[in-house]
């Protein structure tokens, strides 16, 4: 599977959203199940699917659907 593959599945099964759902409208706490809880859930769901680890400020930096593709980039994850 491709990187925004993995990317928008994990947004998905995390959240339980539809693939249209997915965009620069989905923005932490946009919708109830991107909470605090939800967000550490979909972190830790990343963090394996590339394997990678996460630093704190990146965790919290992590705000929305783009803003997450900007982050990953600096652990190399190309979309």
Known sequence: MSNIGKYNEIFIKSFEIVETALGSDLKYQSIPAWDS??????????????????????????????????????YSVVF
Request: proline share 0%; net charge negative.
């Open 37 to 74: 809880v939800g967000h550490m859930s979909m972190i830790a769901a990343m963090e394996d699917a590339f394997e990678i680890m996460l630093e704190t400020e990146d965790i919290i930096d992590f705000s929305s659907y783009d803003k997450g593709k900007e982050i990953l980039a600096k």
